[in-house]
């Protein structure tokens, strides 16, 4: 692919920061060729990538074009930082085409740099249902829907960094006994229902069971804290990596701090108050997270005063009130009526935990495999101060 012509494609993909739902021109052509050269070069690459830190790691992304210019601009531009994404590139999300079109193009430029993983929204099957269909149908047509399915098939379901962090989409599999054989799955390939590739992309961490369980999503299993430590001493390993759920702060750890899921995709389809994530990891394994806080929420109403406000009797603030009798023009700042709905909403938007309103917005960081000198730590799933509890050297910082 021409330089000139792909160094185009990504300004012109850029241009449109800082205008979240602006759409990108790019001609089909262009796209089909994005897919024809990126498919070349996944599979020159093994399905198991063996990558180095320093690394950024990413979770899922569905389509929210903005919100991953803003992972870039808080880890820097490829090539300033060597990135992995974890699958779940399309679907939900209203710029699919721009966000996965993107993440292709700079693949193409840095191919040893950039490195993407196949999530299970990468599969024909679920993205003819949720969404990226429709906007290939609604912004092209369908041959170019098949074209990115041919390149989907192509891409990698897996990574391992320095030997330690295994990486992908989902989590562990029952089948999973040496990782050569991620090494020798077979690519192009659809992913099957059931097997080793199905489970590397859907199944899921649970603490609730023990060994492996049935998944309530209806595709592969669960599997219990029992399940990774086994797995990481059986192949000396020190983390497991994984995406493909919603968790509030944008990270969260899992049996003992041996597993962490990162999504990627702050304030999830409009409908989740979740924060983002990225996970940074040094040439000293030591990983740190950023987080993307959820976009401020917009009051879908304002507040009138409970009683008929004279003017000059108020100057900046006012207060809501209850009544049903519609204000008048002029007797309020911004008088309306407010529901007992509308009042609901407004408390659970006032008292919900929020690291939505922090002021000072924390991340952990943490170095496997050093016992901590003794300290203090802060626990934001419980909101205290506590002593250091694991052989992970936990530092509070400042993001931003």
């Known amino acids: 692919m021409d330089q000139s012509v792909l160094d185009d494609i990504i300004n012109r993909l850029l241009e449109v920061r800082g205008r979240p739902g602006k759409q990108v021109q790019l001609s089909e052509s262009e796209i089909r060729q994005l897919c024809l050269v990126s498919k070349e070069i996944f599979l020159q690459q093994p399905n198991l990538l063996e990558l180095e830190a320093p690394i950024k790691i990413c979770g899922d992304i569905h389509g929210q074009y903005s919100d991953l210019l803003r992972l870039f601009e808080y880890g820097g531009l490829p090539p300033k930082a060597n990135y992995l994404f974890l699958g779940d590139y399309v679907d939900r999300g209203k710029q699919s085409l721009e966000t996965i079109c993107l993440l292709l193009a700079y693949k193409i430029k840095y191919p040893e740099n950039f490195f993407l993983l196949r999530g299970n929204h990468e599969c024909a099957t679920i993205n003819r249902i949720y969404g990226f269909y429709d906007e290939c149908k609604r912004r092209f047509n369908v041959r170019l829907w098949k074209t990115f399915t041919d390149c989907f098939n192509c891409l990698p379901v897996a990574a391992l960094i320095d030997e330690k962090i295994l990486c992908m989409h989902g989590g562990l599999s029952p089948d999973l006994h ?38 309530d999503r209806g595709v592969s299993f669960t599997f219990g804290p029992d399940t990774v430590t086994e797995f990481l001493q059986k192949h000396d390993l020190d983390l497991v990596c994984r995406a493909h759920q919603v968790v509030e702060d944008g990270y969260e750890l899992f049996a003992n701090r041996q597993l962490v899921t990162i999504f990627s995709a702050p304030n999830y389809c409009g409908e989740f108050d979740n924060a983002g994530a990225m996970m940074s990891v040094d040439e000293t394994l030591m990983c740190s997270f950023q987080i993307l806080k959820p976009a401020d929420k917009k009051p879908k109403f304002n507040f009138g005063s409970m009683t008929t406000a004279k003017p000059g009797n108020t100057s900046s603030g006012v207060s809501a009130f209850a009544s049903t009798a519609t204000a008048k023009p002029g007797n309020t700042v911004t008088g309306i009526r407010i529901t007992c709905k509308q009042m609901r909403s407004l408390l659970h938007y006032v008292l919900s935990f929020g690291f939505v309103h922090d002021a000072q917005v924390r991340c952990l960081i943490w170095r496997r495999g050093k016992v901590p000198k003794p300290g203090l730590y802060h626990d934001r799933a419980k909101g205290s101060i506590g002593k250091h509890e694991s052989q992970l050297n936990f530092t509070v910082i400042t993001r931003k």
């Not at 799955?185 to 489970?199: A, F, I, K, N, Q």
């Open 178 to 215: 040496n990782l050569d054989q991620i090494r020798n799955l077979t690519r192009p390939t659809d992913v099957p229902e059931t097997g080793l590739l199905c489970d590397l992309l859907w199944s899921d961490p649970s603490k609730d069971v023990q060994g492996w369980g049935r998944n």
